[in-house]
């Protein structure tokens, strides 16, 4: 079996990229380095069944040999990286999906798209179930990336309709785990390089806003038996325990024992007051719930930022 993954060399690519290869699969990974790093795959680069091409998938993608399955997870993710690539996100959720789903038809091969919670938007319904069609400002300073999944998922479902592609679609919500950027602009890492090197911990808002955050593994199995499923539209894959940023930002302060206060800011615009996933028909469907609690994901999470910190020599 050969998969081609998109931005496998970003935080999520490259737990993929593993799991694959531990699979027994051959794994091609396309990135074209704007957010991945040559450091996620780095271990993988000598393993006989991995190959790595620098690509950009905006662009038109040729691929020789037969292909069993093409994911899409090329984008940017955090809303510091979409905002300064925003006509870039916009072609890879756009170009990029037409791209790797012409691949898929051409090889008669599954396709897996990565979608986000992000098409809720700032939802009315929480948690959200995939029934629900969102509240999104399609012109604010996010919809470069909300609106390019949007579109992405249009036109996935319209490749299968139309040109009976297997084609399959994972919302996936707030995602974390070793391998994430430092301070990359979401809350958890933001949270533990503050606390880790000593900065005030900022909180956007008052903090009452609310995220569900999934340990990267879990969402790693919840992809692969969608992938493996008979299910074509959107499958939510997070975790459905509900935290507040504020008591969130507490948590990570105990763990590290970090001394310094938590500051607010101005929430940005469009920022969702509550994320969390329904995940009934991923329970039905795929038999899928996560394991790793809260907890232990980020006693896991924490040291590999703690060895990331102490490497830039940046320490408290």
Excluded at 237 to 263: M, Q, W
Aim: charged share 20%.
């Amino acid at each position: 079996m050969r998969v081609v993954l998109t931005g496998g060399a970003g935080f999520l690519g490259s737990h993929l990229c593993d799991y694959f290869i531990e699979k027994g699969w051959d794994v091609l990974c396309l990135d074209n380095l704007v957010t991945g790093a040559n450091s996620n795959i780095s271990h993988l680069l000598s393993h006989p069944r991995f190959k790595f091409q620098k690509q950009d998938v905006s662009q038109f993608i040729e691929i020789e040999g037969p292909v069993d399955a093409v994911m899409h997870f090329a984008s940017p993710a955090s809303p510091p990286d979409y905002l300064k690539f925003p006509i870039q996100t916009m072609k890879v959720g756009a170009l990029g999906t037409h791209n790797t789903l012409g691949l898929a038809m051409a090889k008669k091969a599954k396709f897996l798209l990565a979608s986000t919670s992000e098409c809720y938007g700032d939802p009315e319904v929480s948690p959200q179930p995939e029934s629900y069609w969102g509240h999104v400002n399609p012109v604010g300073p996010r919809g470069v990336y909300d609106e390019a999944k949007r579109f992405a998922e249009a036109i996935t479902m319209a490749y299968h309709r139309y040109h009976g592609v297997d084609t399959h679609i994972v919302r996936i919500f707030n995602t974390y785990g070793p391998r994430m950027r430092l301070n990359d602009g979401r809350a958890l890492p933001n949270f533990l390089y503050q606390a880790l090197v000593g900065e005030p911990i900022t909180v956007y808002g008052n903090g009452k806003q609310t995220r569900s955050f999934c340990y990267v593994s879990d969402l790693v199995e919840g992809i692969y038996r969608l992938l493996e499923s008979d299910e074509h539209e959107p499958t939510n894959i997070g975790n459905p325990s509900e935290i507040t940023i504020l008591e969130f930002a507490e948590r990570v302060r105990k763990l590290v024992g970090a001394t310094a206060p938590i500051v607010f800011h101005p929430l940005p615009q469009d920022d969702p007051k509550q994320r969390c996933p329904d995940i009934t028909k991923a329970k039905r469907i795929l038999k899928w719930e996560p394991k790793v609690g809260l907890e232990e994901g980020l006693k896991r999470t924490y040291e590999f930022f703690r060895q990331q910190v102490g490497a830039t020599g940046k320490t408290k």
